[in-house]
């Protein structure tokens, strides 16, 4: 695969370089995109191979099943992360977020709390506020240049608040973590005691880029499994962030009859025919694609610290232990977050996800997804350096 290749993603209706879409969100739609997470990368040559086999046959109806899209998850996780489960425990889902939403709706009473860990994705405030619950924040540590999780905190809030449900980014965006087991047994604990079900986003779970492998959240116990629903996706892997592909994991029968049930009140159980055919295509094919991938993304972590360590002193990365966004610290550099945000677009043209966007503790950093051409990216770097250039000392 030559990740190197240039492919112009303008008018083609990608959110990402949409130029109405930079106008209305950076006030400028020339500048130079590395906000949204999706690669700017082909995905692996089968998913184009399988679109054009569908393309052929002509006729695109209603799909019988999600059963096949389901086995190769089942198979690709298994392999990838030493985890079995029965597809009787899992359903799919068309999406990440919208399942994760759907879960707060059911597993959640209106008024009541829900835990996050800020800084961490927006949406999952939004979804929260939007059903109409109250976001709890437990937010993260900083130790040693990454983040930990704060588990006194978590335990008095969960102990004193009204709280059933809890939101968990696993690995976690924006830093990049992959959570240990001894972490993520421990916050298993704290929800078990208090009865605080986990809702755990894994989308970003075949993106290990070190050593330290990804645990998913229900393989921990089965007492563990009872009490979570862990998602997963294609999307981030293979970028096929638009095809709404996502397998939702649940211990408890109950629990996983509820969201069924559910998915079909509301008419969202099924996945388009084309989005099945691909996600299961690159779960069965796509493993030497992803496995090159992840040595370009460590070589463009390697090129974001060389160039920060020679060009930009007083701004660190976050370095990520999985997927393809960066999280710069810029909060050394003697600036307001407001200045430097309003250098990097009015000089450097560039536009990066701003910090306080994930929430507590994210002022001062922005969000960089290198996951792109290294040509592009160096590009990238050099215009942060010349928006702030007059605040480096050498």
Excluded at 237 to 250: D, M, P, R
Excluded at 283 to 294: F, R, T, V
Excluded at 348 to 373: D, S, T
Aim: aromatic letters at 10%; one cysteine or more; charged letters at 25%.
């Amino acid at each position: 695969m030559d990740f190197d290749r240039i492919i112009d993603r303008k008018n083609s209706n990608a959110a990402k370089w949409d130029s109405k879409t930079l106008k209305n969100r950076f006030g400028d739609e020339n500048v130079l995109p590395f906000w949204v997470a999706d690669m700017d990368f082909a995905s692996p040559s089968i998913v184009s191979e399988t679109l054009k086999q569908r393309a052929d046959h002509g006729i695109f109806g209603y799909p019988a099943t999600s059963n096949q899209f389901l086995k190769a998850w089942q198979t690709w996780t298994a392999t990838e992360h030493n985890w079995h489960v029965p597809l009787s425990k899992v359903c799919f889902a068309p999406g990440i977020v919208g399942a994760m939403s759907l879960a707060v709706h059911l597993f959640s009473k209106p008024g009541e709390s829900v835990i996050i860990q800020e800084p961490v994705y927006q949406p999952f405030r939004n979804m929260i506020i939007r059903n109409n619950r109250r976001p709890l924040i437990n937010e993260l540590k900083m130790e040693a240049g990454r983040y930990v999780m704060d588990y006194n905190d978590l335990e008095e809030k969960v102990s004193s608040r009204d709280c059933s449900l809890m939101l968990l980014c696993s690995p976690h965006n924006p830093g990049g973590r992959v959570w240990g087991k001894k972490e993520l047994t421990e916050l298993s604990r704290i929800c078990l005691k208090y009865g605080v079900f986990v809702i755990s986003d894994e989308i970003h779970a075949d993106l290990v880029l070190g050593n330290r492998p990804h645990i998913p959240f229900s393989s921990l116990s089965d007492e563990c499994a009872n009490n979570a629903m862990t998602l997963m996706a294609p999307s981030k892997t293979f970028n096929i962030a638009g095809e709404k592909l996502s397998v939702a994991v649940f211990g408890s029968q109950e629990k996983r009859k509820a969201y069924t049930d559910a998915q079909l009140a509301f008419s969202c159980e099924e996945g388009s025919a084309l989005a099945l055919a691909i996600g299961e295509a690159a779960y069965k094919e796509g493993s030497e694609w992803l496995l090159e991938l992840k040595a370009y993304l460590r070589e463009n972590v390697s090129l974001i610290e060389r160039f920060l360590e020679t060009e930009m002193p007083g701004v660190k990365l976050m370095r990520p232990d999985a997927g393809f966004i960066g999280w710069l610290d810029f909060r050394n550099m003697g600036l307001s977050h407001k200045e430097i945000e309003e250098r990097l677009l009015s000089i450097g043209k560039i536009a990066m996800v701003e910090g306080h966007w994930f929430g507590q503790g994210g002022e001062g950093f922005f969000r960089l997804n290198f996951g792109c051409p290294r040509s592009l990216l160096r590009e990238g770097l050099e215009r942060i350096s010349a928006s702030l250039s007059d605040n480096f000392i050498h």
